[in-house]
């Protein structure tokens, strides 16, 4: 209905009712009724008054980009994360199958869920990828940027107290120099699950054009990395964020401006964004207890969000395969080059 005929039915539906009423009290007069029935609507009081809204929220949203000074608004912090089991502990990947099939979100007090058997509690794992995840500059003038996400989260495999994520974007196209159907380009992040937000990032590690000719891998991290470059900031949920920056049209991931710039035989320039990218993420599991078999069964890609490649369609990202024209995410998601330091 439209919102003009919506309100005159708000407007009329009172009066006629009233009229109803005043015919039904003059046949009930007529037949002997009882005068002192009450009325059996309201009387007419006009439009009903609108609903009151509810209360602003003043939670502060993502402001732009800030490279030097602190956020005036910033949000507070939440609090530390409950990594859900003992990730000091070895892990017991247990026996028998992986069930790939819907999680059973259970009761409030079932326990924590670890079905890719890595010691970890599967929904801090999906909480903490996306509180930890770096602002992710893609250059506005970019071709083709239609992508998605796919992680894996475990204990570092250098202090099992910290957390490893690593991040893999998928890319429909390359449209580039050279261009191909298919891109993946991976980064990974040290997290210290104790300190939440972007405090707790470490360090993060990006590699770009993974196992062709312009290879390149950049670490930045906090001043604790001996050795390491600082990060790059930008503003993400009102506070700074450590940036990856990815070329317009190839893709390829940069922990600084100055390292895309020219890079790959002058294929390659990065700028620091307005807005961070916010792809959707999916836990992909791990090599032994894999969450996903079928991106297009998990709804990472898909005709309904615009993906027209169907070449690339029901990937399996551990299947060992490459991605279109692109790289072997299977091996990406596994590459020790990829784990950045501890930074303790």
Not at 19 to 46: N, R
Not at 106 to 129: C, K, M, N
Request: glycine share 12%; proline share 11%.
């Amino acid at each position: 209905m439209r919102r003009r005929d919506a309100r005159w039915c708000a407007v009329l539906a009172p009066r006629v009712a009233s009229a109803w009423l005043l015919l039904g009290s003059i046949l009930v007069a007529g037949c002997g009724g009882d005068d002192t029935m009450p009325p059996l609507i309201a009387p007419d009081s006009g439009p009903p008054a609108p609903p009151v809204p509810p209360p602003l929220d003043a939670t502060p949203e993502s402001g732009s980009p800030d490279a030097g000074g602190e956020d005036d608004a910033a949000a507070p912090p939440p609090p530390p994360m409950d990594m859900g089991t003992d990730a000091s502990a070895p892990i017991d990947s247990g026996p028998g199958p992986t069930d790939t099939g819907p999680t059973d979100a259970g009761t409030a007090d079932a326990g924590p869920i670890d079905r890719d058997r890595d010691g970890l509690d599967d929904a801090f794992e999906d909480r903490a990828a996306a509180e930890y995840l770096p602002f992710l500059s893609m250059d506005p003038t970019d071709g083709c940027p239609r992508a998605t996400a796919i992680f894996r989260a475990r204990p570092h495999p250098d202090d099992a107290t910290l957390l490893y994520v690593e991040y893999v974007l998928l890319f429909e196209r390359d449209c580039g120099a050279l261009g191909h159907v298919g891109d993946n380009e991976g980064f990974g992040v040290t997290v210290d699950p104790s300190v939440p937000g972007a405090e707790g990032i470490l360090a993060v590690r990006a590699i770009s054009h993974r196992g062709t000719a312009c290879h390149s891998a950049t670490t930045c991290g906090r001043s604790t990395c001996g050795g390491v470059d600082g990060c790059a900031f930008g503003t993400r949920r009102g506070v700074r964020y450590p940036v990856v920056f990815f070329s317009a049209g190839k893709h390829g991931g940069y922990m600084s401006e100055d390292a895309c710039d020219g890079a790959c035989i002058l294929t390659n320039y990065c700028v620091l964004a307005d807005l961070p990218f916010e792809p959707a993420l999916l836990n992909v599991g791990e090599p032994d207890a894999p969450l996903v078999s079928d991106l297009t069964a998990a709804g990472a890609i898909t005709s309904a969000g615009g993906w027209r490649e169907m070449d690339l369609f029901g990937y399996d990202p551990w299947g060992g395969d490459d991605f279109g024209g692109a790289g072997n995410v299977a091996a990406q998601l596994m590459d020790p080059e990829l784990v950045p330091p501890t930074c303790r």
